[in-house]
């Protein structure tokens, strides 16, 4: 049995970006220890809490520093935080191997800018690393089938307490 187990979550958020016509922005991730194939290498907008930080301050700021996005209003948020963990070998080479897992408050903002907005090539006025190498609007639904198997209870959840809001 790995020691992993007995690491904390690191704790994070999550943005569930929905366009206008109620699709949500996905971005395909550039790299990392957790992507493994290209086609579970989608998924949401998310990233670490600074300490001390508001979870919702850290929500805007991450958004911002991995789409440039900034025009946006809050929709919802889920109440409960939503954990997954890592699989084993992948928890060794993640955050460098200080974390099970993520801990996760998850966000629901409608997008109130244009497209042009959105730079993933030169986020967070090209002042961050890249995080994805593409990004689309998808139905919502689709998204669990996009995103790194581990990650899909969390996303079904995520899914299932912001459909209200993909109706655009």
């Avoid at 099970?100 to 409608?110: I, S």
């Avoid at 190498?133 to 581990?150: C, G, K, Q, S």
Wanted: aromatic share 12%.
């Amino acid at each position: 049995m790995s020691k992993h187990h007995d690491l904390p979550y690191r704790p994070c958020v999550g943005l569930c970006v929905f366009s206008g016509a109620g699709k949500v922005f996905l971005g395909r991730r550039i790299g990392g220890p957790e992507h493994v194939d290209a086609t579970h290498s989608w998924q949401l907008p998310q990233g670490g809490i600074d300490k001390g930080e508001d979870p919702f301050d850290a929500a805007l700021r991450e958004l911002y520093e991995e789409t440039s996005i900034r025009s946006v209003t809050k929709l919802g948020e889920i109440e409960d935080w939503l954990s997954y963990d890592l699989p084993g070998r992948i928890a060794g080479e993640a955050w460098k191997g200080k974390y099970r897992g993520q801990t996760q408050k998850w966000f629901a903002l409608r997008f109130t800018g244009l497209d042009g907005e959105i730079n993933i090539s030169k986020p967070g006025g090209g002042h961050h690393k890249p995080e994805f190498m593409d990004w689309r609007w998808e139905n919502l639904d689709a998204v669990t089938d996009l995103v790194i198997p581990f990650k899909r209870d969390v996303y079904g959840e995520v899914v299932r307490h912001f459909r209200r809001f993909a109706e655009g």
